[in-house]
């Protein structure tokens, strides 16, 4: 007995008559009544009574048309619960992000993803590169973006932008996003910069030394708030990434240049566990931030080559 003779007897029991149950199903008359005769003989019992005028059901017959009815309709229950839960995802996603990107995506990624996806609760905890690596292994965190260290145990990292950094000075300087820099122009300048284990730091550092100069760090800070607040009081300038300042430059508190000779780029990653499975929301969930990178990075918000 299977779900397929159930639906045939169903429609034999309500039109009483083989021929019309047959049109209705537009199968061939011999099959459907082989259909109904495996199904008496799978159960021993005799479902219908055959006369002149069509079939009419025994009472046994009357027993099953209640039960498959119930059968059915339990199946198909089924179906759309499973279904429901399918098309239903929800839960909690972990997103680490080191606070420049949390400034540059944070808002436009979480109403992006909840207009669609309204039942995942979503967390979004800024961190340096190293908390958030823990945040990952430890399993704190479903996601981090992080800023490019190499390969780690139990780690799964994909690409997913190169930024351009800017050197970020007051209004009064005129910057301007078109007009690059010379990197050795930073040796002539007071700078507000990120603590010396900042990774920023480190690659700023790194590359003055290529250079063979010194840069003049006038204000150590390493929150970012902060770093745009003493630049735009004309106190010196820092180095960040356009996303960062983009609103800034907009509204005139700041000004931006690229810094050339060479372009200071960081490379970005996604990072997973590979020691636990990933949920479904976190899977779309990185879906949807690899998309709003590439939308940010095509409306000129986010300077930089996408690694996707």
Same mark, same amino acid.
């Given at each position: 007995?299977?779900?397929?003779?159930?639906?045939?007897?169903?429609?034999? !029991?309500?039109?009483?008559?083989?021929?019309?149950?047959?049109?209705?199903?537009?199968?061939?008359?011999?099959?459907?009544?082989?259909?109904?005769?495996?199904?008496?003989?799978?159960?021993?019992? /005799?479902?219908?009574?055959?006369?002149?005028?069509?079939?009419?059901?025994?009472?046994?017959?009357?027993?099953?048309?209640?039960?498959?009815?119930?059968?059915?309709?339990?199946?198909?229950?089924?179906?759309?619960?499973?279904? !429901?839960?399918?098309?239903?995802?929800?839960?909690?996603?972990?997103?680490?992000?080191?606070?420049?990107?949390?400034?540059?995506?944070?808002?436009?990624?979480?109403?992006?993803?909840?207009?669609?996806?309204?039942?995942?609760?979503?967390?979004?905890?800024?961190?340096?590169?190293?908390?958030?690596?823990?945040?990952?292994?430890?399993?704190?965190?479903?996601?981090?973006?992080?800023?490019?260290?190499? /390969?780690?145990?139990?780690?799964?990292?994909?690409?997913?932008?190169?930024?351009?950094?800017?050197?970020?000075?007051?209004?009064?300087?005129?910057?301007?996003?078109?007009?690059?820099? /010379?990197?050795?122009?930073?040796?002539?300048?007071?700078?507000?910069?990120?603590?010396?284990?900042?990774?920023?730091?480190?690659?700023?550092?790194?590359?003055?030394?290529?250079?063979?100069?010194?840069?003049?760090?006038?204000?150590? !800070?390493?929150?970012?708030?902060?770093?745009?607040?003493?630049?735009?009081?004309?106190?010196?300038?820092?180095?960040?990434?356009?996303?960062?300042?983009?609103?800034?430059?907009?509204?005139?508190?700041?000004?931006?240049?690229?810094?050339?000779?060479? /372009?200071?780029?960081?490379?970005?990653?996604?990072?997973?566990?590979?020691?636990?499975?990933?949920?479904?929301?976190?899977?779309?969930?990185?879906?949807?931030?690899?998309?709003?990178?590439?939308?940010?990075?095509?409306?000129?918000?986010?300077?930089?080559?996408?690694?996707?």
């Amino acid at each position: 007995m299977d779900l397929r003779q159930l639906r045939t007897f169903l429609h034999v !029991a309500e039109l009483g008559s083989l021929s019309h149950a047959a049109e209705r199903l537009h199968i061939a008359q011999p099959a459907l009544g082989r259909q109904i005769r495996l199904l008496e003989e799978d159960l021993g019992v /005799a479902l219908f009574t055959r006369h002149g005028r069509g079939m009419a059901l025994t009472s046994a017959g009357r027993i099953l048309t209640d039960r498959a009815t119930a059968i059915l309709r339990l199946v198909e229950d089924t179906r759309a619960q499973v279904s !429901a839960e399918l098309d239903t995802i929800r839960g909690t996603v972990c997103l680490g992000v080191p606070p420049t990107v949390g400034e540059v995506i944070a808002g436009r990624l979480a109403e992006r993803f909840l207009r669609d996806y309204p039942e995942v609760a979503l967390r979004i905890v800024p961190a340096f590169s190293g908390y958030l690596l823990d945040m990952i292994q430890s399993g704190e965190a479903d996601l981090a973006v992080m800023y490019e260290t190499g /390969a780690t145990a139990h780690v799964r990292t994909e690409p997913l932008i190169e930024e351009t950094l800017y050197l970020v000075g007051p209004p009064a300087m005129e910057l301007d996003v078109d007009a690059p820099l /010379a990197f050795r122009s930073l040796a002539d300048l007071p700078m507000i910069l990120p603590g010396p284990r900042h990774g920023l730091r480190k690659l700023l550092e790194a590359e003055a030394r290529r250079r063979d100069i010194t840069l003049r760090v006038l204000v150590e !800070a390493d929150a970012l708030q902060t770093l745009k607040e003493l630049v735009a009081r004309g106190l010196g300038y820092t180095v960040l990434p356009l996303a960062v300042v983009h609103a800034d430059v907009q509204a005139g508190t700041l000004c931006a240049g690229p810094i050339m000779g060479p /372009a200071l780029t960081r490379k970005m990653v996604l990072t997973r566990s590979l020691a636990r499975p990933e949920t479904n929301a976190a899977r779309i969930f990185a879906s949807t931030l690899k998309a709003e990178t590439a939308d940010m990075v095509r409306e000129g918000i986010w300077q930089g080559e996408l690694l996707f």
